[in-house]
């Protein structure tokens, strides 16, 4: 349960102590300005993530609740929030980008555009996230398409990034090595179990060894990682 929080965000960037504002990027549903056709997702694929989005959203209502006795007090503010504190040491700046289309994804849109309906997180012969060929799904081209598409949007920032840390899923990988190609060998690029995707009856969520990662994303620093 400590995961739902960030089960749509996968990977982040940090930039200490400049400014106050907390943005959100949702690489899946991302469209350049000449309207990319490439890039844009049917009307099935974004009805289907509407209907999922929901099912996240009640984890993290009960994520909420079991934080709230913790001693550790986060506050986060909408970059445009009047009532933000002003810079300083305690305060940094995060950018939550969405991984780009993935394989599963891809498989679910095509599943239910043609009318098959499953229940989330149960293993059943209709649920294509349990398809054991898209453990680990990676990106297909039209997510790594929406991830360039984010390049020109990062590359703008006032202030880059100074850390950036990723979900030690393929698709997640994928998307942050494209979206922050600029900044590789710059700074650090962590991976780090706690970003990732929640665990359970789909194989798209479970990961490859942390050996095959590394040999695919030496860009990436895994020694957070166990195995």
């Given amino acids: 349960r400590q995961q739902v929080l960030l089960a749509n965000l996968l990977l982040f960037s940090v930039v200490q102590g400049k400014t106050r504002a907390v943005s959100y990027v949702p690489s899946r549903m991302a469209i350049d300005k000449n309207n990319n056709v490439a890039a844009a997702h049917s009307d099935a694929a974004i009805a289907l993530a509407k209907k999922e989005s929901a099912q996240h959203l009640r984890g993290m209502s009960e994520l909420y609740e079991a934080m709230r006795g913790q001693q550790l007090t986060v506050k986060a503010y909408a970059i445009d929030d ?21 394989f599963h994804n891809l498989m679910a849109d095509i599943a239910n555009a043609s009318g098959t309906t499953w229940e989330n997180f149960k293993n059943t012969p209709a649920n294509p996230y349990t398809m054991p060929e898209i453990l680990d799904a990676p990106l297909t081209e039209k997510g790594r398409q929406q991830a360039l598409i984010l390049q020109p949007q990062v590359r703008a920032f006032d202030v880059q990034p100074d850390l950036i840390v990723f979900s030690p899923n393929c698709r ?14 710059k700074i650090p690029f962590v991976a780090h179990e706690m970003v990732r995707e929640e665990c359970g009856v789909h194989s798209c969520d479970k990961r490859r060894p942390k050996s095959r990662q590394e040999k695919e994303f030496p860009m990436i620093d895994f020694s957070l990682i166990e195995t």
């Avoid at 933000?84 to 969405?98: M, S, Y």
């Avoid at 994928?174 to 060998?185: C, D, N, R, S, Y």
């Fill in 82 to 102: 009047a009532n933000a504190p002003p810079d300083g040491p305690n305060v940094k700046t995060l950018h939550f980008v969405r991984h780009g289309q993935g």
């Fill in 172 to 185: 997640a990988l994928q998307t942050g090595a494209i979206v922050f190609e600029h900044l590789i060998g």
